[in-house]
């Protein structure tokens, strides 16, 4: 089987040679110090080729925009920060934290109090054609090489705290809803703009999300995230669905999200990511709503993988598919973007493991 036929079995849940796997940074983007590790172990070849990933990624052509229109609401820092790349596209500033990749987000509407002001924002431009020039031609190139393709249409409740900060989102679903359902449509829009793009383009995995919980549940009720979330995540997958019914809809969330998982499928999400498993059972997950979703992920990269003997990550591995695989429905990942603690011997081994487990039915 191709890449693309191996992801495109297993998301119908139907059998497949063996269970699909890349690194998550492969979709979303490589970590300075992982990129670093993989492109120096790798050489010549890129780490997808390396080690036979099945899902490589697309994204939207960089924006001309001139990043200044942003310093009245950067302080009094705004020049340094333009000058030195720190601010992106929607105008939060990144400034590097003082451990590897970590950053300090400093978010541009925090103290913005007046909500007419809140209004006279200046927005990206994800929804103008330009920025999805050539878009199709570059998907259709990877699935000829065999690929299946992912691309991340970005997130709504993540994004609208970048801009407003954490604290002050959740204080405005609260407090000042006009505020939060503002910023939560703008970002939304793009959201689905972007999906809608992607899917006519033929993108195989639309990718979404929102970190909406932590390792002990949800950081919101229930209430308020169908308030404010959901039906926005709805209109997101019937903007795909009506692009290309055949594209699959991908969300992420860390933390144990399990309450959200029957209204997750409500909506229309076909692949939950990342099962994370400090604080949730995957076995359990799949055995309940395996028939209705796939999972991607599922490999520990706070314990095993940047901590874990290569012995060790190999036993998770093959527990994960051996739990898992059965029945297609799975995409064998670490849960997250690995740690700059993880060896070179771990990844290996991670990859050593889901060659050798072929035969997992």
């Known amino acids: 089987m191709t890449s ?3 992801v495109l079995a297993a998301l119908a849940h139907r059998p497949s040679d063996r269970v699909p796997r890349l690194l998550y940074e492969e979709a979303i983007g490589y970590t300075p110090p992982i990129e670093r590790l993989l492109r120096e172990q790798c050489a010549p070849k890129s780490p997808r080729d390396y080690f036979d990933m099945d899902i490589t990624s697309v994204t939207f052509q960089t924006t001309t925009l001139p990043r200044e229109r942003f310093a009245p609401w950067l302080g009094a820092e705004a020049d340094a920060a333009l000058a ?9 500033r990144w400034r590097a934290g003082d451990f590897h990749h970590f950053a300090q987000i400093e978010s541009p509407l925090r103290r913005v109090e007046e909500f007419a002001r809140v209004l006279e924002y200046p927005w990206p431009d994800l929804d103008q054609p330009c920025r999805y020039a050539g878009l199709r031609t570059r998907v259709e190139e990877l699935h000829r090489q065999g690929f299946a393709v992912a ?10 705290w970048y801009l407003r900060g954490l604290e002050q989102t959740m204080m405005d679903m609260a407090t000042a809803p006009k505020v939060a359902h503002h910023l939560f449509e703008r970002t939304a829009a793009f959201q689905q703009h972007a ?7 033929g993108v195989d995995i639309i990718m979404t999300g929102d970190d909406i919980a932590g390792q ?3 950081l919101m009720r229930p209430e308020m995230w169908r ?5 926005r995540l709805a209109a997101t997958v019937r903007a795909v669905k009506e692009a290309n019914p055949a594209s699959f809809v991908f969300y992420h969330s860390d933390g144990d999200i399990e309450p959200a998982i029957p209204e997750l499928i409500e909506v229309g999400i076909d692949i939950l990511n990342p099962v994370q498993p400090e604080c949730m059972d995957a076995a359990a997950i799949k055995q309940h709503y395996g ?15 940047p901590f874990g003997s290569p012995a060790e990550v190999r036993a998770e591995v093959r527990a994960r598919i051996r739990d898992m695989g059965c029945g ?12 700059p603690e993880t060896p070179w011997e771990n990844v290996l081994a991670f990859f050593e493991a889901a060659d050798d487990l072929r035969d997992y039915s």
């Open 4 to 6: 693309r036929e191996r």
């Open 84 to 92: 030195t790349g720190q601010v992106d596209e929607w105008g939060v």
């Open 151 to 160: 691309a991340y249409a970005g997130s709504v409740f993540e994004q609208s």
């Open 195 to 201: 999906a809608a793009e992607f899917a006519r383009a």
């Open 216 to 218: 002990k549940g949800l």
């Open 227 to 231: 308030e404010f979330l959901k039906w």
């Open 291 to 305: 028939n209705r979703l796939s999972f991607w992920g599922t490999v520990s990269v706070q314990r095993t993988m």
């Open 328 to 339: 297609g429905g799975f995409i064998l990942a670490p849960a997250h973007v690995l740690g």
